[in-house]
């Protein structure tokens, strides 16, 4: 019996999954290479074609090389392509482990539609250093593509743990931005009387457009690095917040880590409710979203986000084709003006301190 055939069998019997069978597959058709190599190099040194240490040598490179070969498989697993994204296929734990730098974005059905037409949004993505599922629909679609994600990683749900999983490590603090007045800093207090200790370093709650207004976000930034924490979590709606981190990473030096949060410090300071988890597992969270906030969303959970289902239908039967886009406008590069003295004045706005 062959090793796929008795891998099918453990696979209808749910004994493993299809991605531990394509690892197991990998991993002896490299053990069969490795034993054809040494068989040809054994004839060859019968024929006095190689020396004995010059087999050998070659062997070990031979098997470096095989390692390498499956690490770069096993990376291609951790990945899930869905319409023109590639999201990373992390469990939370996993994700939380290996967090140490880097800009996190949460990819839900939403982000995918806008990716189909903002040319700036897919480059910012695509800059991203972690894109975890945001959507039990995606993880339908995943399924659905044969490519299963292993578990949805939300925004509203990451943070938190993230605060949890770094509750008693002192090199990791943050810095708040998003919600309307006053909301940020309620987070704040919330979080830290979680936490027993003061993770929440800053808070800000910005003017409604402020991401039009330079002047604005500057002084902003001035504030963040004034209060030196190592994470920022922006929630501010998509794609506005990717675009905001992509556009100002780079003038905040003390921050390794920076998420893309939406309502997540609203629902940290209690002003939104969290749908109920029953619906959040089934993936109909966006109806009770709705029952909300029916006049601001109504538009994009049953108009504009319902080609997706079309377009995923495209890709299941290799129809789907990546949209050309134009190239981001200019005024999506990263800025590089220096900040005046007087935007200390902004600090009385700030709730920083609080």
Not at 278 to 288: A, C, D, K, T, Y
Request: charged share 25%; proline share 3%.
């Amino acid at each position: 019996m062959t090793g796929h055939s008795l891998g099918s069998i453990l696979l209808k019997r749910r004994l493993l999954n299809q991605r531990q069978l394509d690892l197991a597959l990998q991993k002896q058709r490299q053990q069969a290479e490795t034993s054809g190599w040494r068989l040809i190099g054994e004839l060859l040194l019968e024929d006095g074609i190689i020396s004995r240490s010059d087999l050998e040598d070659a062997l070990v490179s031979q098997a470096k090389l095989n390692e390498v070969q499956y690490l770069q498989y096993t990376n291609e697993l951790r990945k899930v392509d869905i319409l023109n994204l590639t999201i990373d296929n992390l469990s939370m734990h996993e994700l939380l482990d290996q967090l140490h730098s880097g800009v996190v974005l949460t990819p839900n059905v939403d982000h995918l539609m806008k990716l189909q037409k903002d040319a700036e949004f897919l480059k910012v993505y695509t800059l991203a250093d972690y894109k975890v599922c945001d959507s039990q629909v995606l993880m339908y679609a995943s399924q659905l593509l044969g490519t299963p994600i292993k578990e949805k990683v939300s925004g509203s749900d990451l943070f938190p743990r993230f605060c949890e999983f770094h509750k008693t490590n002192a090199n990791i603090t943050i810095f708040l931005l998003g919600g309307a007045e006053g909301v940020a800093a309620k987070a704040k207090r919330k979080i830290n009387q979680k936490t027993h200790r003061d993770i929440v370093v800053g808070a800000h709650s910005p003017s409604f457009g402020f991401e039009k207004d330079e002047q604005e976000c500057l002084e902003i930034i001035e504030i963040i690095n004034q209060s030196r924490a190592t994470v920022l979590a922006v929630g501010v709606g998509a794609p506005k917040q990717e675009k905001w981190i992509y556009k100002y990473k780079h003038k905040l030096p003390h921050v390794k880590i920076f998420m893309a949060v939406g309502a997540t410090i609203d629902f940290e300071a209690g002003i939104i409710k969290r749908a109920p988890k029953w619906m959040s597992n089934l993936g109909i969270e966006w109806l009770f979203r709705i029952y909300c906030d029916p006049q601001r969303l109504w538009k994009r959970y049953l108009v504009e986000d319902l080609p997706f289902f079309w377009l995923l239908l495209k890709q299941k039967f290799g129809f789907y084709t990546l949209p050309r886009l134009e190239p981001a406008d200019r005024t999506s590069r990263p800025v590089n003006v220096k900040v005046s003295s007087h935007s200390l004045l902004l600090k009385k706005r700030l709730t920083t301190k609080a």
